[in-house]
Structure formats: C-alpha cells, structure tokens
C-alpha cells in the first residue's frame, strides 16, 4: 500500500474492472465504454474480458486500429488463454509476425469464412469495414478514442453490444482532407467513436481506470495534472519501488548530467540555445541521439517492481520520440550503427508502447509559431507518457514566449464539446514542470558537435 492512501492502487483497480465486467455480463446495456490513462492496463481488460465472454459461449469480435494492436492483441490472448480458438482476420498480402505464428490456435484468413469455428476473431477497423456479413453478440473496440465515427458506422452493423476501450488523453482521430464542413455536425466524422457514441447514448455507463501501472511516481501526477485534470489518476508504484542507475562512469559533460538528473527525479529538460530552426534541427537532432547512446554507453539498470534485482536498459528500451517523420529520420540517422536497436518514431506510431527511457524532440523546439498540430495536447501526451523510470525531453529555449505569442485563436463552434485541457495550457504545465529540472547547454556542446 503507498504511504497516505487508504485503498492500495491494485484493489482500487480491480474494483473498476470488475464493475466493468458486470455490466457486461448484465446485458443491461448496448454498450460499455472504459476510459484509461497511459499504461493502465488497458490491453489487460481488452484480453480479460474476452476471455470472460469467450468462456460463457458469447463468440465476439476485437476491432483495433493497426495490424501492430491486433497482433500484440492476439499473443496476448493467447498467452493468457492458450485452448482459445482465435482468428485474425488480415488482408490477402499480410505475412502473419512471429507473434501470431507462435500459437498453435492461431489462424489466419482474408474472409471471415476462412475462420469459421473460432471464438474470437480479431482484425483492424479497415478490414471489418469489408465485411458485409454476419453478426456477433459482443464485439471489444481498443483505442476507442482513436476510431473516427465514421469508421465505427461501417462495422456497426457487426454486433449488438460492445466494449469501448481507449485513452481520452491522447492523439485524436486525424485526417488528409478538409473537414471544416462537417463540424459541429452530430454525424461529423471526425469525432471520436466514443465521442459520437456518448453524443446519442448518454446513458451508457462510462468507468474509468484510477491507476497507470507504467508511469512511475515520480509522472503520473505530473502527466495526470497536465493531460487529464478532471479525471486523473495516480502511479500503482511507490517513490521507492523503482529506481534507475548507471555502472560506468561519464564524461562529467552535459550529456551526464542531464541523464544524471532524469534517473533522479525522473525528467530533465536538455536546453539548446534559443534559436529558430528548420524543423528537421541538426543540433536538436544530435542531443536525442547523444543522451539515447550517453544511457546506452553508461550502463543503465532500472530496478522495479518488475526486476527487484536490477535489469539492465538495453537499446530496445529505449525510445526517441518526434512530431514528424523527417525530424525521426534526422535522428535515425545522427545515431548511426552505435544506437542501433534504438527505437525512433513519431508519436502516432509510439502511441501504446513503452520503454525504460525516453528521449522527446519538443514539438515546439526552434519553431517560429505554435500551430494547431503542435499544440495538439494529444501529442506531447503521447510523447510524456511512453516511459517506466525516466524521461528527457529535448527543446531549444524560448517556448514560454512562443506560447504567450500564440494564444489559442481557434473558433468556438456551436454543438462542439471544448476540448479539456487545450494544448495551450497542457504545454505551460509540462515546461512549468520541467523548468526546475533543466540543464542548460551553450553551443557548441558535445551534443551538437
């Protein structure tokens, strides 16, 4: 149990699970959705609940996002379940992963014919869309909040009751199209499935899951305050059950200190001088790939909760993240053969993954304005929230002035929910954070040479 709670953060959490899965055994309602923050055992519920139907004879569907969500989905549930028929529903071209080709149970087709006789089947919204026959009794939507509407109307026809589950927090439903039309439109497709959901079923019961079992203590109020401030949530670990440390010595540079600061107190801000850059900033680009080798070369281990005896951080542990492709090409390519095994990706693509460590390019590092895609709180949600003991975030000074310049000027819409909180305010929360934890550099550091 933490110190000062009077419920321990597992029994806090069980007893919202368990609230969930009543109502879906009650049948009382067509639908069910589960808000979650990061790392709270969003997947867990998915793959408990289908094995709970699964178990009382209730065949159902999953429906994901990605071909990464489905098979991370299907090794889960096989693990958890492995006398489980499951099929995983694919295009014709799809080369099943080594995590779908390692269960015996496991089959694949392009048409939900070629599945007959599974308990669960499993594909992405895209490819249930395609799907013109057949109707289930339950169906499990993951990243819920990440599903337009639009993609939830073609698959509705599928099922007659269904679990919502997704992270309001981050990254919305996006498109390449001007959307402007539809907006403020009961049925506008840019809304979230939950979104539209909620919008023509208020009554549906909404649960909540209280406690993130991946961000360590020293972020989850950190994260909760800055992206879920009327909902919340806490750390299921204490300040003592995890713990990040180096066996090699450092240079004594800059680059140590700033991963010095990060193992102690969980975040640092490495600071370049103020500066307007292209976006794909060379100097930038060479600090994420320094502190990402500077972890690598000091020998990390994390103790937690997980490993009491310490395991080492090894490169698939740690992440790089960045608002755009070009600035994770930079990246990828300052690391060189010495980062490899190093993950490098946008925030879209790291959203739902989780490392030891974390290095984040701020998405308003060097720019000239704040526009409504950096300021997105959903991206710099995804970026603070990917890590388990420490997270550095990378951003050239100034970009207090940067947001005091660009006050949000976007329209109020009638028939619009205003989005809580905006990105305006969620971005001075996390720089207020990070200003008493910041190292700043000079040019010409090792970082940028």
């Given at each position: 149990?933490?110190a ?30 589960v ?8 997947s ?5 609940a ?11 569907i999953?429906?994901?996002?990605t ?23 694919s295009?014709t ?28 089947i499993?594909g ?11 109707v ?14 639009d993609?939830l ?9 269904a679990?919502?589950v ?23 497709p ?17 649960h ?11 972020a ?9 401030p ?17 066996t090699?010595?450092g240079?004594g ?31 930038a ?23 009491p ?5 090894t ?16 990246i ?5 053969e ?7 990706d946008?925030?879209?693509?790291l959203?739902?993954?989780e490392?030891d ?13 704040a ?21 550095v975030?990378v951003?050239?000074?100034g ?14 819409h ?14 001075q929360a996390?720089?207020?954070h990070l ?9 010409g550091?090792p970082?940028?040479?």
């Amino acid at each position: 149990m933490l110190a000062g709670l009077a419920v321990p953060p597992a029994v806090e959490a069980e007893r919202v699970v368990t609230a969930v899965l009543a109502d879906l055994r009650s049948g009382a309602h067509r639908g069910v959705v589960v808000d979650s923050p990061p790392g709270a055992g969003k997947s867990t519920l998915v793959v408990r609940a289908a094995v709970e139907l699964a178990a009382a004879g209730e065949p159902l569907i999953i429906i994901a996002q990605t071909n990464e969500q489905v098979d991370d989905l299907i090794d889960r549930l096989a693990r958890k379940a492995p006398e489980l028929p499951i099929g995983r529903l694919s295009a014709t071209d799809y080369q099943p992963s080594e995590r779908v080709e390692g269960h015996n149970l496991v089959r694949v087709a392009a048409k939900v014919a070629g599945l007959a006789g599974s308990a669960v089947i499993i594909g992405t919204a895209a490819k249930w869309a395609t799907v013109g026959e057949g109707v289930w009794p339950w169906a499990i939507v993951d990243e819920a909040y990440q599903m337009r509407s639009d993609a939830l109307l073609r698959v509705a026809g599928r099922f007659e009751r269904a679990l919502f589950v997704g992270d309001p927090g981050q990254l919305d439903p996006f498109s390449t199209v001007e959307t402007a039309r539809w907006t403020g439109l009961t049925w506008d497709p840019m809304q979230s499935a939950v979104a539209t959901l909620l919008r023509h079923n208020p009554e549906l019961p909404v649960h909540r899951l209280p406690v993130s079992w991946r961000l360590p203590a020293t972020a989850a109020p950190v994260v909760a305050e800055a992206f879920y401030p009327f909902t919340g949530f806490r750390a299921g670990t204490g300040p003592a059950d995890r713990a990040l440390s180096f066996t090699e010595p450092g240079a004594g540079d800059q680059l140590d200190a700033t991963v010095e600061l990060a193992a102690a107190s969980g975040w640092a801000l490495y600071e370049l001088p103020a500066r307007h850059t292209p976006r794909t900033d060379g100097e930038a680009a060479a600090a994420c790939a320094a502190l990402a080798e500077r972890v690598l070369r000091r020998g990390a281990v994390a103790v937690s909760e997980q490993a009491p005896d310490g395991a080492p951080v090894t490169a698939d542990r740690i992440a790089i993240g960045a608002a755009h492709r070009d600035q994770v090409a930079a990246i990828r390519a300052r690391l060189g053969e010495a980062g490899a095994g190093i993950t490098v990706d946008t925030a879209n693509r790291l959203q739902g993954r989780e490392y030891d460590v974390t290095i984040v390019l701020h998405p308003l590092s060097g720019r000239r304005d704040a526009t409504a895609f950096h300021l997105e709180s959903g991206r710099l949600c995804v970026l603070a929230s990917r890590h388990r003991h420490g997270c550095v975030v990378v951003a050239r000074a100034g970009i207090a002035e940067l947001l005091d310049a660009h006050p949000s000027t976007e329209r109020v819409h009638l028939d619009v929910p205003v989005k809580f909180p905006d990105g305006w305010a969620a971005n001075q929360a996390m720089l207020t954070h990070l200003a008493a934890r910041r190292v700043a550099t000079t040019a010409g550091s090792p970082a940028g040479c």
